[in-house]
């Protein structure tokens, strides 16, 4: 076998990137698509069973490696990671994802609500300035914010008299937090400014209050934010690739319409606090990213002049954002343009890439 070109399905979720005057949205953009009048919001390039990508004749990608995963795979089962591209213009909702036994069992007592019974590890590479809530921040520092407004400074004390979030997120959850309109807001604080943000893009949503409790990271281009399991996360607005292992488990936390399960999160959420600099993922120019939190992925990120052997036995998905490369393996080469997305089977021997121009810019995840 070899490099197989794989269609890709995109969710046009309602925060997705719409067009503007002459702009069309970045995944329309890259896949020579008209942008009608849909928010394009994520390209999911994998076989997970909610949307697999498909082959040139049309079989579900989930389908062939059905019929010959240890060709395909390299092993039994499904491919473990999912890729996709992400445009978000609005505020996602907080949430987080359960570990792999807590997986397993809430896949067992609520299966419609979890489809899966897989963890959900997820890396965050930004193409464009990207703003992320990830992770329960500094508990000092949250302190020190809610003490210089009187109308939050009953939280200070709690959290001083706790020394954790847990007591201050079941507040949240339950809704027992101050109004809007009774909020000291000065718009030279980044903090004010984000919870008006998520405010007018959520009004009344309690969850708003965790712009004062997570990490508040702006990722330049080039970076990239790991969100391990149970770790509260919200993605704020920006477009980059984010590699996951293939799930689509989520307990939402806040801002959403969707139900929001409190008694879960208390049970399961992380509330030891990190800080921004524990949430950026390690970037290697050479390797990517393979994060010994999760053995399920590896996403590699390849520039012009640069070129990648891809491992024996292994699966990957290749997907061209910019430029064009050849990609070759023992059965011959094939040249890869902008927004074309290939599968590499694991029996194909001696594949590697090489980029053909200066501006080229490849997404690789493998196994
Ligand atoms: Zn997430």
């Given amino acids: 076998m070899t490099f197989l070109k794989l269609k890709c399905p995109v969710q046009h979720y309602a925060w997705g990137e719409k067009g503007t005057d002459g702009n069309s949205p970045f995944i329309a953009q890259l896949l020579g698509e008209d942008a009608v009048d849909l928010p394009w919001a994520e390209l999911w390039m994998g076989a997970h069973p909610k949307a697999s990508s498909c082959l040139e004749n049309g079989t579900g990608l989930n389908q062939a490696i059905a019929e010959q995963p240890v060709k395909m795979l390299g092993h039994e089962g499904n491919l473990r990671f999912l890729l996709k591209v992400l445009c978000c213009s609005s505020p996602l909702s907080i949430q987080s994802h359960p570990d792999k036994a807590t997986a397993e069992r809430l896949h067992v007592l609520y299966p419609d609500e979890f489809p899966d019974d897989n963890h959900k590890p997820e890396v965050l590479w930004a193409l464009s300035p990207f703003r992320v809530l990830a992770g329960f921040r500094p508990i000092q520092e949250a302190i020190a914010d809610f003490n210089a407004k009187q109308s939050l400074s009953h939280w200070a004390r709690l959290l001083s008299e706790t020394g954790d979030y847990s007591a201050l997120c079941r507040s949240i959850f ?180 090489s980029t053909s121009t200066m501006d080229t810019l490849i997404a690789i995840a493998e196994e």
């Avoid at 937090?177 to 008006?196: H, M, Y």
């Fill in 174 to 353: 339950e809704g027992d937090t101050p109004s809007f309109d009774n909020i000291e807001l000065e718009p030279s604080n980044e903090r004010d400014v984000l919870f008006a943000e998520l405010w007018k893009a959520y009004p009344g949503d309690s969850g708003t209050f965790f712009a004062y409790i997570l990490n508040y990271i702006r990722l330049a281009p080039g970076q990239a934010v790991f969100v391990p399991a149970n770790t509260p996360h919200a993605y704020i607005e920006g477009r980059g690739v984010e590699c996951m292992a293939c799930s689509d488990n989520v307990i939402r936390a806040g801002l959403t319409p969707k139900s929001k399960r409190k008694d879960l999160l208390m049970e399961t959420l992380d509330f030891a606090p990190s800080s921004p600099a524990c949430m950026l993922a390690k970037n290697s120019a050479q390797t990517g990213f393979r994060l010994d939190a999760s053995p399920d992925f590896r996403l590699s990120m390849v520039k012009g002049g640069q070129n990648f052997m891809f491992p024996e036995n292994a699966p990957a998905i290749v997907c061209v954002l910019a430029g064009s490369a050849e990609l070759s393996c023992k059965e011959g080469r094939l040249n890869a343009k902008s927004g074309e997305v290939f599968f590499k089977t694991a029996d194909t021997e001696m594949a590697s890439l």
